[in-house]
């Protein structure tokens, strides 16, 4: 299946600012995903979107699908540190069979 | 409802030996997939099963097999290890027909 990229591989903020992580496809997307997995620990679902154009927010965090449906973005707002971790994204492929995730981006977040 | 476990949480084997890792899915779900993660390569889908069945195989050589039996569990089997073999073994289960995943904690296998 094809690939699919984030960037920015690393990203260390302060307490307090934004941080953006950018998931990019070369096709379309039937949907995307995306996980959080903190140190240590194992990836844990946050959303999917499915529709072109679609934006959800869960508290500090905005998810958005692109209108082509070919890359996504995972903004957060004043983050904290608990929002350390890796944010992945991943697309869904044969039906469930298979999902294809992204290398990750890793946020650090300095206090 | 339980999460995913998996056991053994850690293993160290030697060079050219097999080994075989447990998952015991969440409760009714049906899909049971495993991924292997390394830091350079990051999470790569080993294979899924639904209902006994294998659906999909990712890109890993011939000593990766798995099977899933009538209860939804599912093991997985490398034999004649390697040192690259060595990784973090993630078993997610998950419903049709948004399949998320839900991942166990993972059995961090060591190759010396």
């Known amino acids: 299946g094809q690939q699919v990229m984030q960037i920015p591989q690393y990203q260390h903020v302060q307490e307090g600012e934004d941080f953006t992580t950018y998931c990019n496809s070369s096709?379309?997307?039937?949907?995307i995903q995306w996980y959080k997995q903190r140190p240590g620990g194992h990836p844990v679902f946050l959303i999917q979107l499915v529709k072109s154009g679609e934006v959800k927010k869960q508290k500090r965090l905005t998810f958005q699908f692109g209108e082509a449906k070919k890359n996504s973005s995972l903004h957060i707002t004043a983050t904290q540190t608990t929002d350390v971790g890796t944010y992945f994204c991943a697309r869904l492929e044969n039906y469930g069979q298979n999902f294809v995730f992204g290398p990750g981006t890793r946020l650090s977040v300095l206090p | 409802k339980a999460g995913v476990t998996q056991t053994p949480r850690y293993l160290i084997k030697t060079r050219g030996q097999q080994v075989t890792l447990s998952c015991s899915p969440i409760s009714g779900h049906r899909s049971v997939s495993w991924y292997q993660q390394t830091p350079g390569q990051g999470l790569q889908f080993l294979f899924e099963y639904f209902s006994e069945t294998q659906r999909n195989k990712g890109n890993f050589p011939g000593r990766f097999s798995g099977r899933q039996f009538s209860n939804s569990r599912s093991e997985m089997n490398v034999s004649t290890l390697e040192l690259g073999d060595s990784a973090l073994y993630l078993c997610?289960?998950?419903?049709?027909?948004?399949?998320?995943?839900?991942f166990g904690p993972g059995t961090r296998l060591t190759v010396t």
């Open positions: 997610a289960s998950s419903l049709p027909p948004v399949y998320e995943q839900y």
């Open positions: 096709t379309t997307l039937s949907n």
